[in-house]
């Protein structure tokens, strides 16, 4: 009888992990079959890729510091023939919706990103401990680098583009502070606007008016007290490459110390 009871209750306790909406899985956790809808019930901000697997599916995610998770879905196109689609999120989780997705494999589903601890708190560029002012509201004119690397300088031999130099060419960057705290940089090598274009991810000091393209937010990294850029047109994080080179790459796989600078006021 002590067998019989001991098994009914592994075989209720399996039942119960199998039943559980949310399974942790390395990064991920997996919430269920369906389709990703957002906090309003919504579709959310998502790009398709074709992927082989799931792995890949997530590889893609991990390697994209905005990713919030995946929807992983499987397909038959009308030669019978099987494909994975994989939906990165950029979008804060709401439900998986069971009548949405797809489940011809028992992999489909919604998958959301565990929270990077490294990433920086969104302040909206404010200081909430300086009675909530901007953090560059005293920047007049800076320069900047990463830990342990050089200054970044403007490059006269490769048109105008940044980098980290051991000896520079210029006298820093003069800081535009606009009234939602993002800030433009200004070469004072040259007088132009540092700007990110379409297509164009290495950071150029050639923008003579300032748009989008010239327009960073600012973030601070609360233990190291450095600081972090992102760009306003393209939504990803200004980096130093291992030539040197800044740019700001929405598909650039970089590290969080590749993107914090020391920021020298003037």
Known sequence: MDTVIRNIIFATAALLMAASSTVSAGDFDYIGKGGWRDMHGGYGDSKDKQVHNLEQCQDYCKSDSECTGVEYRTHTDKHHNTYHVCEIHHDEYGHCDTSGGSSLSGEDGCYVRHADPDKPKETNGRDPDNHNQCYAQHWNWITFGNYNQPEVHV?????????AYHTG???????TVHHDCTISLKSRYNHKYVSNWEHEYNLKADGNHIGKEDQYKVYKDEYSGRYLFKSVKHGS??????????????????????????????
């Open 237 to 266: 994080w200004v980096y130093t490459d291992h030539q040197g080179y800044v740019k700001s790459d929405p598909h650039g796989q970089s590290t969080w110390e590749d993107r914090k600078y020391h920021v020298n006021i003037n």
């Open 169 to 175: 060419y210029d006298n820093g960057f003069e800081v």
């Open 155 to 163: 490059d006269p031999y490769d048109h105008g583009k940044l980098k």
